[in-house]
């Protein structure tokens, strides 16, 4: 399965293969040792115990052979692994942010999407952050997975083989809505990424879609993973509805202190800057990080614009 998507695909697949190999001559050899011992020593056929006394040759076979196996064994999950180590120095560099509970990569002309886009037979080296709890990146097809711990910077590297679209999830439970870290590398043509990278960097894509007011601010909220909290439909997720918020009275938790407000600009913005600085009634404190170093000012003011639409 996805024979050469990635670069590691045969090492990995090649060390798995020679582990389970091994494993299953002895989980063979053993079940089948067992057995032959249960018929050929069982009381009827053995009454009386035989005494063994130590033999150097046994004990010798028995030390040197699985020492070469285990030896075989880290060969080649060694001849795997080692090179994933170390990114080549003209690698694409990708900044991967993981949150709860959403992905955000950062490009280094600036574009951010939350689906991994790359072009094949190029080097990618993803820097890999998460900004609240242990997440962990990972693509079967590529045979890559790494923590993303908060506080330090874990790395990642591969390159895609084979254009295509295969799946890039989350794979260490990290709360709620872990299901909603799920998302696609997506492998392109050299030309169809150049095109790519050329046309989404270009700001005025930004300003066409700002022309129908909300659409950027939408994009924003998908983007950002703002739903896997905060639903569009009205129902009570881990946060309040987004619907119907705009411009609503309601009752939050200012420190101890209860008081009403009114959902405006500036409460949008610091609900976003600070979350938990005024808490809606009813909700858990602590549940959401500051979007401070995700969104700028003109983000929000767009997201605010979204709002707004969802009467
Ligand atoms: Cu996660």
Same mark, same amino acid.
């Given at each position: 399965m996805y024979s050469g998507a990635s670069n590691f695909v045969t090492t990995t697949d090649t060390a798995f293969a020679v582990i389970i190999g091994i494993s299953m001559v002895f989980l063979i050899g053993i079940t089948a040792t067992m057995l032959w011992f249960v018929?050929?020593?069982?009381?009827?056929?053995?009454?009386?115990?035989?005494?063994?006394?130590?033999?150097?040759? &046994?004990?010798?076979?028995?030390?040197?052979?699985?020492?070469? &196996?285990? %030896?075989?064994? =880290?060969?080649?999950?060694?001849?795997?692994?080692?090179?994933?180590?170390?990114?080549? #120095?003209d690698a694409m560099k990708i900044r991967a942010t993981a949150r709860m509970w959403s992905w955000l990569f950062e490009y280094e002309n600036g574009i951010k999407t939350d689906t991994l886009y790359v072009p094949v037979n190029k080097a990618v080296a993803l820097d890999l952050i998460s900004v609240d709890v242990i997440h962990s990146l990972y693509i079967p097809a590529f045979r890559v997975k790494e923590d993303m711990?908060?506080?330090?910077?874990?790395?990642?590297? =591969?390159?895609?083989?084979?254009?295509?679209? $295969?799946?890039? =999830?989350?794979?260490? $439970?990290?709360?709620?809505?872990?299901?909603y870290m799920f998302t696609e590398v997506v492998v392109m043509s050299e030309?169809? =990424?150049?095109?790519?990278?050329?046309?989404?960097? #270009?700001?005025?894509?930004?300003?066409?879609?700002?022309?129908?007011?909300?659409? &950027?601010?939408?994009? %924003?909220?998908? /983007?950002?993973?703002?739903?896997?909290?905060?639903? &569009?439909?009205?129902?009570?997720?881990?946060?309040?509805?987004?619907?119907?918020?705009?411009?609503? /009275?309601?009752?939050?938790?200012?420190?101890? /202190?209860?008081?009403?407000?009114?959902?405006?600009?500036?409460?949008?913005?610091?609900?976003?800057?600070?979350?938990?600085?005024?808490?809606?009634?009813?909700?858990?404190?602590g549940q959401m990080i500051s979007y401070r170093k995700e969104l700028t000012e003109q983000d929000v003011n767009e997201i605010i614009e979204f709002l707004k639409t969802l009467k």
């Open positions: 018929y050929r020593y069982n009381r009827k056929r053995n009454p009386i115990a035989t005494q063994i006394h130590g033999s150097n040759t &046994l004990e010798v076979i028995w030390t040197v052979i699985p020492t070469i &196996l285990v %030896l075989v064994m =880290f060969f080649y999950g060694w001849k795997g692994y080692a090179p994933m180590r170390n990114a080549p #120095d711990v908060p506080g330090k910077t874990n790395k990642m590297w =591969f390159v895609g083989q084979k254009e295509g679209a $295969y799946e890039l =999830f989350c794979t260490e $439970y990290c709360g709620l809505s872990h299901s030309n169809e =990424f150049a095109t790519w990278y050329a046309e989404k960097s #270009d700001t005025t894509g930004r300003a066409a879609a700002a022309a129908v007011p909300g659409t &950027l601010g939408k994009e %924003l909220v998908k /983007q950002n993973g703002c739903v896997a909290c905060h639903s &569009l439909d009205g129902s009570k997720l881990i946060g309040p509805s987004f619907k119907g918020l705009y411009g609503s /009275q309601h009752k939050v938790m200012t420190g101890n /202190q209860e008081r009403e407000i009114t959902v405006d600009d500036e409460y949008i913005v610091r609900a976003i800057y600070e979350p938990d600085a005024d808490v809606a009634a009813g909700y858990i404190k």
